[in-house]
């Protein structure tokens, strides 16, 4: 096919440890353009740019999906975790890897470029996606792509409610449907929802996502300069232990004290966001869009006394981190 040769080119880069600025930069340039012309979407028209409203969530548009491709490390390590998510699993079993993508968007970017290193034979995809546009965009790259036999099946849903039918058993369950302190988006009620339905080996990738406190550097806020530590961590242990209590969908309350004025440098407290994708592949601060910190205020002084902050994470009517300032 005309762009295996391409595609395994791009593969070679981006699992490469060394790949970083501008050969990383122009690779992810020529992996796009791929993508683009195998899909024909319009990334400037009106319907690819609107997104759907779950009501558990936003599922961004297919324009914003795509592009996230730019988001130059976020891809290339999402990929070498994936990659080494499928090596793993055919190390300890034989048989074909079956990898569920929940919220492919219009490309299956993180999966395709696996088809060069990989037989339809030694790797599958179901992939699921509820925003029609891209619904029908992932399906065209690839058939464009000549790649139609890698997939186990196409499934127009929501990820947070789909109930997994029978079939070929699942191995790795991949979604990356996020923004920064899991605001907004889906990750959280899409792993809810399929984790508890798998096998207790199946991996999740990313396999664990932290959301901490800290404080950043006064000046510039490009530097962290303390963590205080978690206040939210997603993954197959919390989704285990997750157990709503009654009228209400929220994650248990976490109360995270704040260390006295004078004891830390000050400066702005942050949400700050780091990603284990799998198999050392990780994103930290300022790395991602998906890991840049969200200030939440200045550091607490006399006049202005903080003691901790409760955290919940809710699922309704919106995923958000909620936070109550303890001042006794």
């Given at each position: 096919?005309?762009?295996?040769?391409?595609?395994?080119?791009?593969?070679?880069?981006?699992?490469?440890?060394?790949?970083?600025?501008?050969?990383?930069?122009?690779?992810?340039?020529?992996?796009?353009?791929?993508?683009?012309?195998?899909?024909?979407?319009?990334?400037?028209?009106?319907?690819?740019?609107?997104?759907?409203?779950?009501?558990?969530?936003?599922?961004?548009?297919?324009?914003?999906?795509?592009?996230?491709?730019?988001?130059?490390?976020?891809?290339?390590?999402?990929?070498?975790?994936?990659?080494?998510?499928?090596?793993?699993?055919?190390?300890?079993?034989?048989?074909?890897?079956?990898?569920?993508?929940?919220?492919?968007?219009?490309?299956?970017?993180?999966?395709?470029?696996?088809?060069?290193?990989?037989?339809?034979?030694?790797?599958?995809?179901?992939?699921?996606?509820?925003?029609?546009?891209?619904?029908?965009s992932v399906q065209r790259t690839f058939d464009q792509?000549?790649?139609?036999?890698?997939?186990?099946?196409?499934?127009?849903?929501?990820?947070?409610?789909?109930?997994?039918?029978?079939?070929?058993?699942?191995?790795?369950?991949?979604?990356?449907?996020?923004?920064?302190?899991?605001?907004?988006?889906?990750?959280?009620?899409?792993?809810?929802?399929?984790?508890?339905?798998?096998?207790?080996?199946?991996?999740?990738?990313?396999?664990?996502?932290?959301?901490?406190?800290?404080?950043?550097?006064?000046?510039?806020?490009?530097?962290?300069?303390?963590?205080?530590?978690?206040?939210?961590?997603?993954?197959?242990?919390?989704?285990?232990?997750?157990?709503?209590?009654?009228?209400?969908?929220?994650?248990?309350?976490?109360?995270?004290?704040?260390?006295?004025?004078?004891?830390?440098?000050?400066?702005?407290?942050?949400?700050?966001?780091?990603?284990?994708?799998?198999?050392?592949?990780?994103?930290?601060?300022?790395?991602?869009?998906?890991?840049?910190?969200?200030?939440?205020?200045?550091?607490?002084?006399?006049?202005?006394?903080?003691?901790?902050?409760?955290?919940?994470?809710?699922?309704?009517?919106?995923?958000?981190?909620?936070?109550?300032?303890?001042?006794?």
């Amino acid at each position: 096919m005309p762009h295996h040769q391409n595609l395994a080119d791009i593969t070679n880069v981006l699992l490469d440890e060394q790949t970083r600025g501008d050969l990383l930069s122009e690779t992810l340039d020529q992996y796009r353009d791929i993508l683009l012309t195998a899909s024909g979407i319009d990334l400037g028209g009106e319907e690819e740019m609107d997104c759907v409203h779950t009501g558990a969530g936003v599922a961004i548009g297919t324009t914003w999906a795509a592009l996230c491709i730019d988001d130059l490390l976020r891809t290339k390590r999402f990929v070498s975790g994936l990659y080494q998510a499928v090596v793993s699993t055919k190390a300890r079993r034989d048989g074909p890897v079956h990898i569920l993508y929940a919220g492919t968007g219009p490309w299956a970017t993180l999966f395709l470029p696996l088809t060069s290193r990989f037989s339809a034979q030694e790797l599958r995809v179901t992939c699921i996606e509820i925003n029609g546009g891209s619904y029908a965009s992932v399906q065209r790259t690839f058939d464009q792509l000549g790649l139609s036999d890698y997939v186990e099946a196409f499934i127009q849903t929501d990820a947070a409610t789909h109930v997994i039918s029978g079939g070929t058993p699942i191995d790795i369950m991949l979604t990356e449907t996020m923004q920064y302190c899991l605001i907004d988006e889906m990750q959280v009620p899409i792993a809810l929802n399929l984790m508890r339905q798998l096998a207790e080996d199946v991996i999740m990738v990313p396999e664990r996502i932290i959301v901490s406190l800290g404080v950043l550097e006064d000046e510039t806020n490009r530097f962290v300069r303390s963590d205080f530590g978690p206040v939210f961590t997603l993954d197959k242990a919390t989704l285990k232990a997750y157990l709503p209590i009654t009228g209400s969908l929220d994650f248990p309350t976490f109360r995270l004290p704040v260390p006295l004025p004078g004891k830390t440098p000050e400066g702005p407290l942050a949400l700050l966001t780091t990603i284990q994708v799998f198999g050392g592949q990780n994103l930290t601060h300022y790395e991602s869009g998906l890991t840049n910190p969200q200030i939440i205020g200045q550091y607490p002084t006399t006049d202005n006394p903080l003691a901790a902050i409760d955290f919940t994470y809710q699922l309704e009517p919106t995923p958000l981190l909620e936070m109550a300032f303890i001042n006794d």
